[in-house]
């Protein structure tokens, strides 16, 4: 069974930092695309997700959205099957349920909160 686990969410102070953790398992993950993604609490349900990150498999490319460029960074490590997020200086807008994406399977989401 295919099956992604995200966790690392926690409530942080502006300025702060976190590192999220997303585990897969029940697929290849080496070759799979893994991707980042978040809804805020003001984000319509009905819209898609805001895409942040994602790290090709194979070739390990990495793209980022404008709104985290320069402050978030993504990472793998294919051996424990893992995708990673580090996220610095976040800020309240930075609020939202984080998931991990491998293309066809969306991870429960761990939840980020930022506030003083």
């Known amino acids: 069974q295919v099956q992604l686990v995200e966790s690392g969410g926690s409530l942080v102070q502006p300025g702060g930092s976190l590192t999220l953790t997303c585990a897969g398992s029940?697929?290849?993950?080496?070759?799979?695309?893994m991707s980042w993604y978040r809804r805020g609490p003001r984000q319509d349900p009905e819209k898609p997700r805001e895409?942040?990150?994602?790290?090709?498999?194979?070739?390990?490319?990495?793209e980022y959205a404008d709104s985290v460029k320069g402050r978030f960074t993504i990472s793998r490590d294919n051996d424990k099957n893992e995708v990673y997020l580090q996220m610095t200086n976040l800020q309240p807008e930075d609020t939202a349920v984080y998931y991990c994406?491998?293309?066809?399977?969306w991870g429960q989401g761990t939840q980020v909160t930022v506030s003083s």
């Open positions: 994406n491998n293309g066809a399977v």
């Open positions: 029940g697929f290849n993950f080496r070759f799979y695309t």
């Open positions: 895409l942040l990150a994602f790290i090709g498999g194979v070739t390990g490319d990495i």
